[in-house]
């Protein structure tokens, strides 16, 4: 891991709530992965889950070719405004973007350091390094990131003080880089939730975003920080029972921080008295797409063992295993992932005595989870192929939701990991149904995610299933 993204070594936390992070209790689940702030350059493109074009190159092709385009399907004849748009309008039924002030572009640079350190192609993507800076009123923002959704996720289940997330922002001092509607947006969702990193250096994380055709261009502006386990350690994220961790990680990074637990729990053992608290959580590991290649595989292998969830789709295990791409209609995609989810838990071992929980998510196919006592079962999507067409406006974060979902599931039904498929999968059907997140309201103490009810989700999702 590269140290320079470890984060300030001195943190200055800060809850959002009123009664400070020091009075929350540990959560159920907490998350190291991302909550940043896209800045696209044209408004955003939905990214649905369709099958490609025949001509289109899959993932694992451009990689073994050395490419790097990654070619995103094209906008169906939507409301969404075209990319000459300097205002976007809303629809009738509820916002689904804001256009929020960009404090400043003159740090839209190109990173300096790769953010994956290790040997092999990343994921296929065009790269914005030579693409000119916009004007500011061209700009839009949205709040991201693999940590928020999974919060979400996990938030239609469980009250606010459950969960929690490590955010970085600039320090009280200086200027916010945080604009007061995103903001407001996390707040409304509960204020225990984020603990804001305010120490000397930090920096909201943020990505550059821009659509050319039907081509997809990313860079890096603020990058995302690998968190230490020592900063795990003294911030309010420690005790919680599952730690969800997902982009910007490799499996590689994820080594570096399971030694790092290592040797703290070693000095504590020994009697360093610096080392006051020990903390082993429950790891639930969705890795970042730029390590989705076979340069990973060994060290997805040597971690798995200390891994309780392993959840990628089946796209990127496939890229880090070599196996060949398959459209989600071919019959071999069910039998393919079968047998890889059965390689994981029956020969590598997944968590702890082998009992760990291995998912992987399948889009429209829904998802198949497996353990060593009880094998392996398949969860359709909750829209069902009717539907999809019509309730289907953008996946992304549908992946990091339904994880999300899953672990507050898993605290909800004593650890089932079948029953908890329900709640994951109920989970993701709220994010994909517009861009951006889910929209919660409240009335008379009730709490409703787009004018819906998730328990009522998943009842209707359990009448579909034999579990």
């Known amino acids: 891991m590269d140290p320079a993204q470890a984060g300030p070594s001195s943190p200055k936390l800060q809850s959002s709530s009123e009664s400070g992070a020091s009075t929350l209790s540990p959560p159920i689940f907490a998350s190291i992965g991302t909550v940043l702030i896209d800045a696209f350059d044209s408004p955003p493109r939905p ?16 990689l073994a070719k050395g490419t790097t385009g990654l070619p995103t399907p094209p906008t169906p004849n939507t409301d969404t405004p075209s990319s000459s748009t300097s205002t976007i309008p809303q629809p009738q039924t509820k916002s689904f973007f804001l256009p929020i002030a960009v404090p400043s572009l003159s740090n839209l640079v190109t990173p300096k350091t790769s953010p994956v350190p290790s040997a092999g192609p990343s994921t296929p993507q065009l790269s914005l390094d030579d693409v000119p800076i916009p004007n500011a009123d061209e700009v839009y923002e949205m709040l991201g990131g693999g940590g928020l959704y999974a919060l979400v996720g996990a938030r239609l289940w469980v009250t606010p003080d459950k969960l929690r997330t490590l955010v970085d922002r600039a320090p009280e001092e200086e200027e916010s880089d945080v604009p007061k509607e995103a903001e407001d947006k996390l707040n409304a969702l509960g204020e225990d939730i984020w603990v804001w990193n305010r120490g000397k250096g930090t920096k909201m994380t943020r990505a550059r975003i821009r659509y050319e055709g039907d081509v997809r261009f990313f860079q890096h502006v603020v990058k995302a920080p ?24 490799s499996p590689e990074d994820v080594s570096g921080l399971l030694d790092e637990m290592k040797s703290l729990k070693q000095k504590r053992s020994n009697g360093n008295s610096e080392i006051n608290a020990i903390w082993e959580p429950k790891i639930v590991f969705e890795p970042t797409p730029p390590s989705c290649h076979p340069g990973q595989k060994e060290w997805l292998e040597k971690i798995v063992p200390f891994i309780e969830v392993l959840s990628p789709n089946h796209e990127e295990i496939f890229s880090i295993l070599g196996i060949s791409p398959m459209k989600i209609t071919d019959p071999r995609l069910r039998t393919t992932v079968e047998e890889v ?19 992987v998510r399948c889009g429209k196919l829904g998802s198949c989870v497996g353990t060593k006592d009880k094998g392996l079962k398949w969860c359709p999507a909750y829209f069902q192929e009717g539907e999809s067409k019509s309730k289907v406006k953008d996946v992304t974060g549908a992946g990091n939701s339904f994880l999300g979902g899953y672990c507050a599931g898993l605290s909800l039904t004593n650890n089932d990991p079948y029953e908890a498929l329900l709640y994951g999968t109920v989970s993701a059907s709220f994010v994909i149904e517009q861009f951006g997140l889910p929209t919660l309201t409240r009335s008379d103490g009730i709490e409703k995610w787009n004018d819906d009810s998730p328990q009522k989700r998943l009842e209707i999702l359990r009448r579909r299933v034999d579990f």
């Not at 795990?232 to 961790?245: K, R, T, V, W």
């Not at 390689?343 to 082998?354: D, P, S």
Request: aromatic fraction near 6%.
């Open 341 to 359: 989810i059965k390689h994981f838990i029956y020969t590598v071992g997944i968590g702890k005595n082998g009992k760990g929980i291995m998912i």
């Open 47 to 62: 990214i649905l889950d369709v099958e490609p074009e025949p001509e289109a190159s899959s993932n694992l092709t451009a």
């Open 226 to 249: 690998h968190r230490t386990m020592k900063q795990l350690l003294a911030s309010p994220l420690c005790g919680a029972q599952y730690l969800h961790i997902s982009p910007p990680w």
